[in-house]
């Protein structure tokens, strides 16, 4: 599967479920339906879900205020991983966003996470931060989070 063959659609707050399952499938502490719910609902935020063949592979959060926007979070499947489903839906995100006015996009992410550093940097992110011990893991360790911010063009 290449991100050629997807298809990306606008989520909403009636895909909750669906996001619900790829975030918990995605992170070890994955968010609930209600909460996606919520935080598409919010104004400002949007976000696209990658399908295959009609199955949900991936999906990303976004939200812009004023001139700046945040990737609130993005996830692919493990088994979809690496394939450019993450990369389709940050090019679909940071094109809304720019689209929306905004002139910086922000995000952050945990810097044990090194596919997904090393896609943000290919994005055109860089490293402006670190929040020490940020993300705590089942087993007790906690991971920094690195702050990334671009220019949007």
């Known amino acids: ?3 050629a063959a997807l298809h990306l659609v606008e989520a909403s707050a009636a ?4 996001l619900a399952a790829l975030h918990g499938a995605g992170f070890e502490d994955g968010w ?20 295959d063949r009609g199955e949900p592979l991936g999906f990303v959060l976004m939200r812009v205020i004023a001139d700046e926007s945040e990737v609130i979070t993005v996830t692919v499947r493990p088994q979809a991983r690496r394939q450019g489903v993450a990369r389709a839906l940050m090019d679909a995100a940071l094109a809304r966003a720019a ?3 905004a002139t910086t996009a922000f995000l952050e992410v945990a810097d044990d996470n090194a596919g997904a550093i090393r896609l943000y940097r290919m994005l055109g992110f860089t490293e402006t931060g670190r ?14 989070a690195l702050t990334m911010a671009m220019t949007l063009s």
């Open 32 to 51: 609930s339906a209600d909460s996606l719910a919520a935080t598409i609902a919010t104004p400002g935020s949007y976000g696209f879900i990658a399908l």
């Open 99 to 101: 689209e929306l006015g």
């Open 1 to 3: 599967m290449m991100a």
């Open 131 to 144: 929040r020490p011990g940020y993300y705590a893991r089942k087993t007790g360790v906690r991971a920094d």
């Open 15 to 18: 895909h909750a479920s669906v």
